[in-house]
């Protein structure tokens, strides 16, 4: 073709065809712009200072770190700052660039930093206790156990690792701290397996764990210290969205932040900063923390500036930062969402759907052609509106995913989501859901942490839960999830949690009120060994209104069962303090329990409430005798030296010349008399002492 046939134009020229396969490169556009969505770059903006901070933080952990188990190798990082504003975003790029760094303890890169995260949500908070430990726990016992690592150091690593932990004294395996662990925290077993012998030598027994919070805690403790000790470099934890923890995720951290036996380990915990004041319970235990303690760091994280916002825009329409155009739409972008990044990218979204900002297959660029005003206009100022909109414009079948998975506070994997996804009539393979997620993640609604799926923010979660409450069907729905997660989740516990909290959020008209009540009743005991006594008396006080509901207390079948909520109720009551609320579910089995048996853990329990509240112990004793003379027991109040002689024969006679400590000897029963006579003693040795105060 001559030259005089070239035509210059201004977005190419149209040149000699030599190959059909050459096109001007400009037309090599992603997908994702072909389909008029836009994309959004992977860097990280504005947080260069924050990003210095934390490395040198973790700097000095490597400086102190000579290869030995150091009382100053620690930090603990409090990250504030609001949603959106990019928290866990900073988290992933700093270890990202710590494990590419090449000033590590080791040669190793990706495997020599340990690294867990787990993330609180607004739902989960009121259903399984230390969620987001959980989920940290998980994240560790994967990584010491997976083999896809297989090089000589990683695999020393967990040998390492494994060893520590089978010389703990506490939680070894066989030791009771180890039956602890696995009874508390599930998670737990793939790693508590590996650092038993090949032979199986230390495997822990099948008998039931009657586990305090106090030993709980102290098990993780010592969990974390065997681990950490262990490593080349120190381990990074990160927990988000603390401002929605539950209080016996509180007391677990109160003890591993200010441990001075935990080192090796750089502890964050970020929170919204608006959303905690002076009276929260992670305020409170912030201050525990940081008392005279300079290894905490507190870092609040702003919005980021407009010079950065600008940047990630005109990143995101392919367009240079001075352009005109992109200062109009930055300016009119920022006045909106005042430079929080999760905001501003669903305030792109939003102008994208409403075809303000498109993109122009003809030039292969971004345009929009409306003024500022009209740009600003377009925007919601409300983010959970604006996702809101980005749900309705999405195909059904993604609606109906992300508004099953809104109900859940959990990450979830496949199968459970296919499960989820049939009903209705409708029935999906495996293939099919992956499908439906992974075009919820191009959509930016869901993320990926294998093998289980996550909302990308919680405001997207927020939207979802929304958008399902609207729907005329959403008890019916509330009642299939229900019915998957106990059905699904028979070995998973955080199931049976959501399961009966979407159960006890539904008319009782909706549900089998026996059924209800026996799940609350399970679920209750569950909490109890996790230590969650909030939650444990939750449960009971719901078990009972529904029982007292359906008005069956105390009749035909339902009886055994609230016996049993009673007792667990009183129980619960007297161990938080509420005293007035325990003689009251006393006074209630007293009155309507058919047998004395039935009645000892509330006799005993009176006699605790008198004298925890009183000191009356010589009341208290009175109230024991009485008790026990119920049962065939006469024990006068003071007795004679006759009396004592006679007594003290028949001690002599039923040990028949044994020595006392034979007594030890003896299996422990579980006996509520036992108990009371217990209490009984202990009300007559304090009246003994305190005759001498």
């Known amino acids: 073709m001559a030259d005089e046939f070239r035509i210059e134009g201004c977005h190419g020229t149209i040149a000699e065809q030599k190959d059909e396969a050459f096109y001007d490169d400009r037309s090599d556009a992603s997908d994702d712009e072909e389909k008029g969505k836009i994309k959004f770059p992977k860097r990280l903006y504005g947080r260069e200072k924050e990003l210095d901070s934390l ?96 090089s000589d150091i990683a695999n020393e690593q967990r040998q390492k690792v494994w060893e520590s932990i089978r010389q703990s004294e506490l939680i070894g395996p066989g030791k009771e701290g180890d039956a602890i662990l696995r ?27 009657h586990s305090t919070m106090s030993a709980i805690k102290e098990c993780t403790l010592q969990l974390f210290c065997a681990i950490c000790r262990a490593l080349d470099n120190p381990m990074i934890i990160f927990l988000d969205d603390l401002q929605w923890a539950d209080e016996a ?9 200010t441990s001075s036996e935990l080192q090796n380990l750089m502890f964050i915990c970020a929170y919204r900063s608006n959303e905690v004041d002076v009276e929260h ?62 905001f501003t990218k669903q305030a792109l979204e939003e102008l994208v759907r409403k075809n303000i900002l498109f993109y122009d297959m003809m030039c292969f660029e971004w345009r929009w052609v409306v003024t500022k005003v009209e740009l600003a206009n377009n925007m919601s100022a409300d983010v959970v509106e604006s996702v809101l909109g980005k749900i309705r414009d999405l195909p059904e079948e993604i609606q109906e995913l992300l508004s099953l998975m809104a109900y859940i506070p959990n990450a979830l994997d496949v199968p459970t989501l296919k499960a989820l996804m049939c009903h209705n009539g409708a029935t999906y393979e495996e293939s099919q859901v992956k499908d439906l997620l992974q075009q919820s993640s191009d959509e930016g609604m869901l993320l990926l942490v294998s093998p289980n799926w996550i909302f990308a923010h919680d405001r997207i979660r927020q939207a979802s839960l929304k958008f399902a409450s609207e729907k005329s069907d959403s ?19 955080w199931c049976q949690y959501v399961a009966v909290d979407i159960l006890n959020s539904l008319p009782v008209e909706k549900t089998d009120c026996y059924e209800l009540v026996k799940l609350n009743l ?57 005293y007035d609320a325990a003689r009251a579910a006393i006074d209630e ?53 006759a009396v004592m ?44 002492v305190c005759s001498f105060c």
């Open 55 to 150: 490395e040198r933080l973790y700097g000095g952990m490597l400086t102190a770190f000579d290869g030995n188990y150091r009382d100053d190798n620690s930090q603990v990082v409090f990250l504030s700052g609001y949603s959106g504003v990019g928290k866990s975003t900073l988290i992933k790029e700093f270890v990202k660039q710590l494990r590419s760094s090449k000033n590590l303890n080791t040669e190793n890169n990706s495997s020599s930093i340990i690294y867990g995260a787990g993330k609180y949500s607004e739902q989960n908070s009121a259903s399984s206790p230390f969620f987001a430990i959980i989920e940290v726990l998980e994240t560790l016992a994967n990584e010491l156990c997976e083999t896809k690592d297989s």
């Open 183 to 209: 009874a508390t925290f599930p998670v737990l077993t793939p790693l508590l397996d590996s650092c038993m012998d090949t032979n199986g030598k230390g495997a822990t027994g099948d008998s039931a764990v």
């Open 249 to 257: 995720s509180f007391d677990m951290l109160n003890v591993l932040l």
């Open 281 to 342: 319970s992670f305020s409170k235990l912030m201050d525990n923390v940081s008392k005279g303690d300079e290894s905490v760091e507190k870092m609040e994280l702003f919005s980021l500036s407009p010079t950065s916002i600008t940047a990630f825009i005109a990143d995101s329409v392919k367009k240079e930062e001075d352009d005109a155009e992109v200062q109009e739409l930055s300016s009119a972008v920022y006045q909106t969402t005042m430079g929080n990044i999760f």
């Open 475 to 493: 008890e019916e729905t509330l009642l299939h999830i229900s019915s998957v997660l106990l059905a699904e989740g028979s070995d998973r516990e």
């Open 522 to 578: 399970k679920v209750s005991h569950l909490a109890k060994n996790s230590g969650a006594l909030g939650k444990e008396n939750a449960l009971l006080r719901k078990g009972l209104e529904s029982l007292k509901s359906s008005g069956r207390t105390w009749t035909g079948n339902s009886y055994e069962i609230t016996l049993k909520l009673y007792d667990a109720l009183l129980v619960s009551e007297y161990s938080s303090g509420a």
């Open 589 to 641: 089995v007293i009155k309507n329990a058919k047998t004395p048996d039935e009645k000892l853990i509330a006799y005993s329990h009176r006699i605790l409430c008198l004298t925890s509240e009183t000191s009356d112990f010589g009341k208290g004793a009175e109230i024991g005798l009485e008790i026990l003379s119920k049962y065939g027991f006469d024990i006068p109040l003071s007795p004679t030296k």
């Open 645 to 688: 002689a006679k007594e003290e024969m028949k001690y002599k006679l039923a040990l028949r010349n044994r020595s006392i400590s034979c007594l030890t000897t003896l299996p422990i029963k579980d006996d509520p008399l036992l108990d009371l006579c217990q209490q009984l003693n202990l009300c007559a040795l304090c009246k003994f």
